[in-house]
Structure formats: structure tokens, C-alpha cells
């Protein structure tokens, strides 16, 4: 049981590029959402998605998109990168409605230069 | 101000004490709660729920006031081990329900 895949682990960009963060669960949770942890920071909610075919704007979605390709992946897209989004992204699943924890991926750590 | 909030510590305490942590939530909606321990550049994991009538899990000890909108976390016997942020985490059940994370207090135990 994989629970919480998120890929890559590491990336550097210059500032302009995009990418994609892709995550994938498999265990059949509702509920989907990107977070961001700056260093010495806790998380912050980039944006969610409570069911497949939904997305909702977090705390910090500004220079994001996201996609719920399906119930198991939701991914995020950094359209035009800057040195502010370096961080380190954390993608989570839950089952919401039956208020049982979040499982998380071991996170992208991403460098924007 | 935030939807959870947090002493950000940090605490800085010898092996053997008893540690105690505050969170507040301000969102009444809110329907489930967490204690999540995140170590260092690692993803955060479950600790253990909390619920209203309070639970022990070993040397954890959690409790919610729904009341006050306050939640707790007690330590016990503090390890070395233990050292590592814990995050106050709040559910919220709405027409989109969402996870809350709190910023997290940082513990550090010194032998």
C-alpha cells in the first residue's frame, strides 16, 4: 500500500519556468489538497479538493493551479515560477467525511533560482 | 487572524518533564481534531485524534474543550525522542470540507 505518492522529490527551476507537481493516492480518499512549509514555517493550504471534479482556493493560492485529474491524483502547476514559491510542497488525502486523518507524501522539496 | 493558532514555541525542556501545549481554533464549525508531530524535514504524521471526552495514548495525553474552542496536548515523562514540532489540526465540515494545520510548536529535549 503506497498511501501518498508525490513526484519529483527534488526540483530547481529558473524563474519564469513551469512545472507540474504530480500526487497520486490509493486508498480511495475524497478529499485532496497541496500544502507549502517555507523553512521554519508551518503549512499553509495552497488549494483542496473536497471531491473529484471540485477545487477550492486555500490560504495561498496565488500563482497556482491545480487539477483533480481523477479521484487519485490532483496535481499542481506552477505556471511561471518565482524565487517566492521555493519551498517545500506537501500533497494530503482524507477521507473528510468520515473525519479519519490526513496521510501525507513525502513532499517536493523545490528551489526556484 | 488564523482559522488555528499555536504557540510557536520554541520549548525547551529537560529529559523526565511534562510538556504542555495550547492550540485555539476559531472556526465553530469545526468537527475533528488532531495532533499531528512533524520531525525535521519529514512529512507530518498522525499522532493521535482528540476527542471530547479526552484520550491517553501512553505518555500523550489529549484533550478539546468544544466550549472554549481549545485544544490540548500533554506530555508525560518527555524523551529525546520527542523532540520535533507538533501541529494542532482542525477539520471543518462545510459544503467543502477542509483540513486546517496550525503553524506548529517546536519541542526540543535536552538530556
Known amino acids: 500500500n503506497a498511501g501518498v505518492t508525490q513526484t519529483p522529490k527534488f526540483q530547481v527551476l529558473k524563474t519564469g519556468q513551469s512545472m507540474t507537481l504530480q500526487c497520486a493516492q490509493d486508498?480511495?480518499?475524497?478529499?485532496m489538497y497541496w500544502y507549502r512549509q517555507d523553512p521554519g514555517m508551518g503549512l499553509r493550504l495552497i488549494y483542496y479538493s473536497a471531491s473529484e471534479g471540485t477545487t477550492d482556493k486555500g490560504e495561498v493560492p496565488n500563482g497556482y493551479n491545480v487539477s483533480r485529474l481523477n479521484k487519485r491524483e490532483f496535481s499542481l502547476r506552477l505556471e511561471s515560477a518565482a524565487p517566492s514559491q521555493t519551498s517545500v510542497y506537501f500533497c494530503?488525502?482524507?477521507?473528510?467525511?468520515?473525519?479519519?486523518?490526513?496521510?501525507f507524501g513525502q513532499g517536493t522539496r523545490l528551489t526556484v533560482v | 487572524r488564523k482559522e488555528v493558532e499555536q504557540d510557536p514555541g520554541p520549548f525547551n525542556v529537560p529529559e523526565g518533564a511534562t510538556v504542555a501545549f495550547n492550540c485555539t481554533y476559531s472556526?465553530?464549525?469545526?468537527?475533528?481534531f488532531f495532533w499531528y508531530r512533524q520531525d525535521c524535514r519529514k512529512e507530518p504524521k498522525l499522532l493521535m485524534s482528540?476527542?471530547?471526552s479526552g484520550n491517553e495514548d501512553g505518555r500523550f495525553t489529549a484533550q478539546l474543550n468544544r466550549a472554549s474552542q481549545y485544544i490540548s496536548l500533554l506530555i508525560r515523562d518527555s524523551k529525546l525522542s520527542d523532540s520535533a514540532t507538533y501541529l494542532c489540526?482542525?477539520?471543518?465540515?462545510?459544503?467543502?470540507?477542509?483540513?486546517?494545520f496550525g503553524s506548529g510548536t517546536r519541542l526540543s529535549i535536552r538530556p
Open positions: 494530503a488525502s482524507s477521507s473528510v467525511q468520515w473525519g479519519t486523518e490526513a496521510f
Open positions: 482528540v476527542y471530547s
Open positions: 486508498m480511495n480518499h475524497n478529499s
Open positions: 472556526n465553530s464549525a469545526s468537527q475533528s
Open positions: 489540526v482542525v477539520t471543518v465540515y462545510s459544503s467543502a470540507s477542509k483540513i486546517i
